[in-house]
Nanobody
């Protein structure tokens, strides 16, 4: 079983940037695709971005495309989410997740392990 720990969340002003990190342990990190999801108060958890096992393929939700970039460093068992030009609508708890698959995937049910989540708050 893989364990995931997110870091990097904080309060930031609109237009600012943050980089989230997700460190994995307990399973071969490089064998599986990874993803970021988020959940705002009163809303369902939603897909943000995904990256394939080798980092060659990525995909972001339309709401963050052009502002967020997902990446991974398999040598460090770490995945990142670079978030630029943040908006108040980006305020949410962000979760990293490990997929059951090697290829990029957007559906929640395709992910088998989750971090505890980290708060990102964007003020207007």
């Amino acid at each position: 079983q893989v364990q995931l720990v997110e870091s990097g969340g904080q309060l930031v002003q609109a237009g600012g940037s943050l980089r989230l990190s997700c460190v994995a342990s307990g399973r071969t990190f490089s064998n599986y695709a990874m993803g970021w999801f988020r959940q705002a108060p009163g809303k369902e958890r939603e897909f943000v971005a995904t990256i394939s096992w080798n980092g060659y393929s990525t995909y972001c939700a339309d709401s963050v495309k052009g502002r967020f970039t997902i990446s991974r460093d398999n040598a460090k068992n770490t995945m990142y989410l670079q978030m630029n030009n943040l908006k108040p609508d980006d305020t949410a708890v962000y979760y990293c997740a490990a997929s059951r698959l090697r290829v990029i995937v957007t559906t929640i049910t395709s992910y088998r392990a989750w971090g505890q989540g980290i708060q990102v708050t964007v003020s207007s």
